[in-house]
């Protein structure tokens, strides 16, 4: 009987089932969207409930589908949008409010008022993070303060806490687990990344009972089963992380100082640092990678807001490319942008700069630009933005990133592909399967039942499409790079106008 990993990957916007065969070949892509709900401007939440229901019917569909029986699945893998928040009555399974999704702002006044420079410091030194409204513990505790009677229900202990990989796991399992992995305990901004234990400080200054936390577990081992009322069969979960350390996972990072880099709508990068935990100096966050047997390995992160999504605007709000794809041949029709830098701070600028109020700018006009010049700074743009988050990981690690392994829609592009590793002076490589994300929690699930033997197995298993080697010249190289320097400059909120 054929045995496959099923990979579930709870997204943002969409639930995707994934059956991976042994040979890391993808065999089955089940995926739906599901609502978006914003209550104000900038609150961004889901329906839990309808989170589960649509995770259950993907499943369920890629099985059917392709015609698998449940006792063909050796394990499932989970992986998931991370910092989401959902707090849920234990006994009737319902959630008390909508899941406070990681994009959502609606913190902000609750950061506030734990933004002081002590508290700030603690954070970082134990949790790796910054007081922001993206990770889960502001939400949390907005959750206990807005919604009537629930701080009483949880002082009774009948609340639980989860991110999307918890509550998953707490509905596969009939409600029997109440467990989330390192990756995305790392998330919360509650769990000590260095004792490995909940933080009794934290918890007590934001007044969140401890009870309601899930039991922190290994990203790799074999948790339980799930309902056998559910697919039929029971099935072994023994996978998670959160999506970006599953796609660092997925693409086999697991040498100190190795890097990947995701080009979606934004771009998330992360070094592996192993079994240090750095304190960033230069604007990025410490995570953890994932737990296995016990043992941690490190990650650096960090994050451009506006990556895919500046090629989306010159699509729909410019109108001057028709698809996402034609950006690379108008990039190909011209040497050089002309000397134009294209900024896109549309929403704030993030790692290294972290300035909320910087706004985009194209920089450089003349009548002798057209449209294929501000494509191609456009495309640029999202290379440079990567490359001074690549500076600031090698000033926080002391390593030199001498190759970068990329996936996410972008990654396609050739042209930003290479330009990314001229302007770098790094190899870049691409792989066949750019699912990496889906693939880092099968990996994770198959290394813990023996469907795979161990992390070199599953290094043999990756196929690269294409490697990506520096061809521009040092002096070309800096000077491009100064340019870009000035352009930022000019972007960012605290320069006079
Ligand atoms: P997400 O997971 O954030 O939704 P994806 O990984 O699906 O993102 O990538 C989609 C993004 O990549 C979009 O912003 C799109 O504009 C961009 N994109 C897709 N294909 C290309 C391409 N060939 N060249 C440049 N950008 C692209």
């Not at 401007?41 to 890629?62: C, P, R, Y």
């Not at 230069?282 to 296995?292: E, H, M, P, R």
């Amino acid at each position: 009987m054929k045995k496959y990993i099923l990979s579930i990957d709870q997204g943002t916007t969409s639930c995707r089932a994934i059956l991976f065969n042994g040979s890391g070949i993808i065999e089955g892509v089940e995926q739906r969207e599901f609502e978006q709900i914003f209550p104000k401007s900038g609150w961004v939440e889901h329906d839990a409930t309808v989170i589960w229901k649509t995770q259950l019917e993907v499943i369920k569909n890629v099985l059917y589908k392709n015609n698998i029986s449940p006792s063909q699945i050796e394990a499932i893998g989970i992986t998931n949008q991370r910092e989401t928040t959902v707090l849920w009555d234990k006994n009737t399974g319902k959630p008390v409010y909508n899941a406070i999704v990681w994009q959502s702002r609606q913190t902000e006044e609750i950061c506030e008022r734990y933004r002081s420079s002590d508290f700030e410091n603690y954070v970082k030194e134990n949790t790796g993070l910054v007081v922001d409204p993206y990770f889960s513990a502001t939400k949390i505790k907005w959750i206990l303060e807005n919604v009537q009677g629930v701080k009483e229900k949880a002082q009774k202990g009948d609340i639980l806490f989860g991110t999307i990989d918890t509550w998953l796991i707490w509905n596969l399992t009939g409600g029997k687990l109440h467990i989330t992995d390192y990756s995305n305990a790392s998330r919360t901004m509650l769990f000590n990344i260095k004792t490995l234990k909940w933080d009794k400080y934290i918890l007590e200054k934001l007044d969140i009972p401890e009870s309601i936390l899930p039991k922190v577990v290994n990203s790799s081992e074999v948790y339980g089963k799930t309902a056998k009322n559910l697919l039929g069969e029971e099935i072994t979960i023994s996978g998670i992380a959160g999506d970006q350390q599953a796609a660092l996972f997925g693409e086999c990072c697991f040498q100190k100082g190795s890097v990947k880099n995701t080009y979606g709508t934004g771009c998330f990068m992360l070094m592996n640092t192993g079994e240090n935990m750095i304190v960033s100096k230069n604007g990025l966050v410490s995570t953890i990678a994932w737990g296995i047997d016990g043992k941690i390995e490190y990650a650096l992160e960090g994050s451009v807001f506006i990556a895919g999504a500046v090629i989306q605007w010159l699509r729909d709000g410019l109108g001057i490319i028709e698809s996402s794809r034609e950006s690379e041949f108008c990039a190909l029709q011209v040497k050089d942008t002309a000397g134009t830098y294209f900024v896109p701070a549309f929403t704030g600028l993030g790692t290294p700069y972290w300035d909320s109020d910087a706004r985009g700018i194209i920089t450089g006009l003349t009548r002798g630009v057209n449209k294929n010049h501000i494509v191609r700074a456009a495309l640029e743009s999202i290379a440079y933005q990567s490359a001074d988050v690549v500076k600031a990981m090698e000033k926080d690690s002391g390593i030199q990133i001498k190759n970068m392994c990329v996936d996410g829609g972008a990654a396609a592009n050739n042209f930003l592909m290479q330009f990314q590793s001229d302007i770098l002076g790094c190899e870049i490589s691409r792989l066949q399967v750019i699912e990496s994300t889906a693939m880092g929690a099968a990996f994770l699930a198959g290394l813990a039942t023996g469907f795979w033997k161990d992390r070199e197995e599953i290094e043999n298993l990756l196929i690269s499409d294409r490697h990506f080697t520096p061809e521009m010249d040092i002096e070309t190289r800096e000077s491009k790079l100064t340019g870009w320097k000035n352009a930022v400059k000019r972007a960012m909120s605290n320069q006079p106008l």
